[in-house]
């Protein structure tokens, strides 16, 4: 077993202007060649997203976390994003990097394991469901108005926030004007 892989040094340095200096920097995924970290600080919390400099296809993933911070800004720019969503992003001596506000939530999947079990299906619940739905349509809906759409819409894209919103992430494959 190897050594849990640090954040990039640089993205830390900015967003401890952002957060306060980080209390923990946790890994929450390593895989198809790029990472995310959930860093805390006093003044808040970001999920930063890192090419993994050991990949085949580091040049890749730095590219398309260079066009997510691209997209970030024009979504933004049009009114379909808050600007306080994006934090900061930059280059590393491994490749790119980008950090974003945290949104607590769940993957879509897992919050609608309720509704997959025979007691799922009860009043509440599904008002749960309308809301959860509702919600991210409403979100796309934003994009759409603008000239864009989210391009890679699927569970791990959606999470569920404690109220029972839905927040949309991961705008690298995003499409517009």
């Not at 954040?7 to 890994?27: C, K, S």
């Not at 990949?55 to 933004?76: F, I, M, P, Y």
Request: charge should be positive; glycine fraction near 12%; hydrophobic fraction near 40%.
């Amino acid at each position: 077993m190897g050594q849990t892989p640090s954040p990039p040094g640089e993205a830390v340095d900015l967003l401890t202007g952002h957060i306060g200096e980080p209390t923990r920097a946790r890994l929450l995924s390593d895989r198809r060649g790029s990472r995310v970290w959930k860093i805390q600080g006093p003044r808040g919390v970001v999920a930063l997203k890192a090419n993994n400099p050991d990949s085949d296809d580091a040049r890749d993933k730095a590219a398309e976390t260079a066009q997510g911070n691209d997209h970030l800004l024009r979504l933004t720019e049009a009114g379909a994003l808050s600007p306080s969503y994006r934090v900061g992003a930059g280059t590393w001596e491994g490749g790119r990097w980008l950090a974003v506000d945290w949104i607590g939530g769940a993957p879509l999947w897992r919050s609608l394991a309720l509704a997959r079990r025979p007691e799922g299906d009860r009043p509440s619940t599904r008002a749960r469901l309308l809301g959860i739905a509702r919600t991210w349509a409403k979100h796309l809906a934003r994009l759409h108005a603008v000239g864009w759409a989210h391009a890679d819409v699927q569970p791990t894209n959606a999470l569920v926030t404690p109220d029972g919103r839905t927040a949309v992430i991961d705008y690298a494959l995003a499409c517009g004007p």
